[in-house]
């Protein structure tokens, strides 16, 4: 599943409040959404926003993540002995949690932007 090609603009809408278009669909497609009530502008925004940033925000997390992953591997097996992890100490071996319990936060939060399922 795939969203419809950006960037995406909110430009003043004749039937409702705002209409939100893909400046790169066809003309008979561009329309993706219609906002009104009285949150509309500010709703607009945020979604245009959002769909703008999506792909360069997932794509920084991706390469954030690999490079965590790779630091907190190189402390692994600098603080242990043959990667026997019962050798840690235990300041390092809280390091090490803490890398682990933040590659699992990026690990959700790149599930839930590429619409996977995540388990609770």
Not at 14 to 24: H, L, P, R, V
Request: aromatic share 4%; with cysteine; hydrophobic share 40%.
């Amino acid at each position: 599943m795939s969203h419809t090609q950006g960037p995406w603009v909110a430009q003043d809408g004749t039937t409702y409040g705002y209409e939100i278009i893909s400046t790169s669909a066809p003309k008979s497609r561009r329309v993706v959404a219609r906002l009104g009530g009285r949150d509309r502008d500010a709703n607009a925004a945020f979604i245009v926003r959002a769909v703008n940033s999506h792909d360069a925000l997932v794509e920084g997390l991706q390469e954030a993540r690999s490079h965590l992953a790779d630091l907190r591997d190189e402390l692994f097996d600098t603080c242990t002995v043959r990667g026997d992890a019962s050798t840690l100490d235990a300041g390092d071996k809280a390091l090490i949690d803490e890398h682990d319990a933040v590659l699992a936060r990026i690990d959700v939060a790149l599930a839930k932007a590429e619409g996977r399922e995540v388990a609770p």
